[in-house]
T-cell receptor, first 118, second 112 residues
């Protein structure tokens, strides 16, 4: 089955620094990747959608200059939280959707990254 | 917002009982999916029901879909302590955005 690898699984950083989170599709080509944010005991909120080779589409209220998304290849998307602040502390989850040999892999989720900004 | 709503927000039952969670959504859909999330972990896909299906089973899971009411339910039969988790419905919209919209989630606690 389709597997999406996300790392790191957790990271602690100092306020003002930047953190990069990687999301890789291991056995299929992800034409589209999604980044979600989840606060404790809340649902997943879509932050942005990225298509390989093009700029990401951000949801309303998400600062594109703060949450930089790069989808340079069909198997890798990265989310960089720039100049992180404590309010950016959250659980970030990526999802990938793609086709391989005409098989639709649907949506496959990474295991998430717990970001704590101190 | 296209986010769906689920009820109840929290549910606590005894092991062996059945658990029912409901999901309502706002747009026309291709399909509706149910996911499970253990605390602080990623999502596990449970079951997908297409817009032209009304009921689907998978092991102890039973999902129904009523597109006229824009609602779905997830029934877990003979619950186990290991079923304790948060459960989310997610809709794959028929038109527009190419992404899933998640419901607010139900936190299920199964007491041994």
């Amino acid at each position: 089955g389709a597997v999406v690898s996300q790392h790191p699984s957790w990271v602690i950083c100092k306020s003002g620094t930047s953190v990069k989170i990687e999301c890789r599709s291991l056995d299929f080509q992800a034409t589209t990747m999604f980044w979600y944010r989840q606060f404790p005991k809340q649902s997943l909120m879509l932050m942005a959608t990225s298509n390989e080779g093009s700029k990401a589409t951000y949801e309303q209220g998400v600062e594109k200059d703060k949450f930089l998304i790069n989808h340079a290849s069909l198997t890798l998307s990265t989310l960089t939280v720039t100049s992180a602040h404590p309010e950016d502390s959250s659980f970030y989850i990526c999802s990938a959707r793609g086709l391989q040999d005409r098989f639709d892999y649907g949506y496959t989720f990474g295991s998430g990254t717990r970001l704590t900004v101190v | 917002s296209q986010q769906g709503e689920e009820d109840p927000q929290a549910l606590s039952i005894q092991e062996g009982e059945n658990a029912t969670m409901n999901c309502s959504y706002k747009t026309s859909i291709n399909n509706l999916q149910w996911y499970r999330q253990n605390s602080g972990r990623g999502l596990v896909h449970l079951i997908l029901i297409r817009s032209n299906e009304r009921e689907k089973h998978s092991g102890r899971l039973r999902v129904t879909l009523d597109t006229s009411k824009k609602s779905s339910s997830l029934l877990i039969t003979a619950s186990r302590a290991a079923d304790t988790a948060s459960y989310f419905c997610a809709t794959d919209a028929l038109t527009g955005a190419n992404n899933l919209f998640f419901g607010t989630g139900t936190r299920l606690t199964v007491i041994p």
